[in-house]
Structures are given as C-alpha cells and as structure tokens.
C-alpha cells in the first residue's frame, strides 16, 4: 500500500509540475503575444504621428500660392522639436533643364548668394550638377543652421532617392525609400526618407500622365530609425528577446532597417 501511495504521489506530483509548466508557458506565451501586439500598435502610432508632420507641411503648401523659407522654418519649428527622430525636413522643386538657369539666378537674387543646383561627387564633395533633363534641388531644408550645406543638393541624382522620388509622383502617394546610411554627429546609423509629391492646384490628377506633368516637387522627411523604435518600445531585455525590424521589399543586404539584442 505504501508503494502504490508512493507511485501515486510521484505520478500526481509530475502531473501537477507538467500542468504548472504548461501553465506558466502558456502565460507567458500569451504574455508575449499580447507584448508584441502591442508594441507593434505603439510602434504604428510613432510611424503615422511622424508621417503626420510631412501631411502637415503638405496643407501648407496646398493653402498657398507660394511658401517662403520663414514660413518653412516657422511652421516646422513646433513638429520638429517634439519628434526627435526626425533629422530633417526638405522641399525640392522639380527644375527642367531649360528652367535651371533662370532658377539658379532667381534664387540668388532672393538672397541665397551664389546658389547653384549641385551634386556630391565620388568623394562626396559638393560640386555643381552636372547636365541633365531635371532636376529636385532642395531650397528649403530644416532645422534650417545644421543643414545649410544641403541647399541646392539635387535630391533625384542619387539612385534610392530617385527611386522613390518616381513613385511617389507617379501615385500621388508619400513612398519611403530604402534604407539609407547616415552618418550624424559622429554617428553611423540606419535611417528611412519619406517622400511626398506636390502637385499644381486645380488640375486633373487621375492618370499618371497627367500626374508626370503636373508635379512641381517633393516634401522629404528623413528619420532615425532607431530614434523611431526607441519612442514606440518598451524595455525588450526583461523578456530575453531579440527584436529586428525587416524590409522585405528591399535587397537582402539592405534588409534590416534595426536591431536590438537582448
């Protein structure tokens, strides 16, 4: 009797560890689940709040006849000093060939002095662009006294701007660019630009012919990505989880946009 009581408890005991085991997975399972169904939501959030500030520039120049660079300045002062993954805000006009030097002399005139349409060359000097049908230069880059040097730079001569610069006029939609290595304050990290066309008011922007032909140029938002997790994120590490954030759609050696281990 002894031993019949003394295998029963063994077999209730190990019942009741592999239920207790079950249990405590199964909770934090779901704990886990729940953990990352809600970072992912906290995460969408700091996404569409940062995408909110391009949409909010956008009603300034849909409200408009023309946008000066203090209205620029002005209206960006607020969003940019409460979203600190945000790096810089742009305007590029689309500039045909034909337009430039008028353009370069206009601008010039308006107090940029000398100002010409540039490029960066191999060494990433800045240099003056080089003939071509058009032309995205920025005029307007905020904050405005950490990004001077970037006032004539021809957003569509780089490849993952151009890219996304194409898409965007041809669906009237804000598109992201691929990854983009940045290096900031003596900093190497990985960030994401938006961009947003703008259109000629009061026309028909059905086709994309027709969006092609009325486009006058581009809003161009740059984040950090990491500055972007950092603000949508809870501590991982409690949990012993690795986090990555992954474009698929770009080319595997430009897949992982972050990072963060455990």
Known sequence: ??????VVGILISFALFSFVRYWESSVA?????????????????????????????????????TVTSDEFHTFLEGPLSSHSAIIKVGWAPVISAHERAGFEAGMSEEGLKNFQVTEKDNRGISIRAAERSEYTPLIFVEPRELNDPLI??????????????????????????????????GRELYGIAIIKPVYRKGVSLQTIAERRNHIIGYLYELIDIGALISGATVSWGIFNVNLSLIDESAPSYARTLFHYDS
């Not at 009797?1 to 003394?6: D, K, M, P, R, V």
């Not at 169904?37 to 569409?48: D, G, M, R």
């Not at 009237?172 to 940045?182: F, K, L, N, V, W």
């Open 1 to 6: 009797i002894l031993a019949l009581i003394l």
């Open 29 to 65: 399972k779901t704990d886990f689940e729940q953990l990352a169904e809600s970072q992912e939501i906290a995460l969408q959030n700091v996404i569409q709040q940062n995408l909110d500030v391009i949409d909010y520039i956008y009603n300034l120049f849909l409200s408009s006849n």
């Open 152 to 185: 004539g730079l021809d957003l569509g001569k780089e490849a993952i701007y151009r890219e996304a610069l194409y898409k965007s006029r041809d669906s009237g939609e804000a598109i992201t660019t691929r990854r983009i290595s940045i290096e900031l304050e």
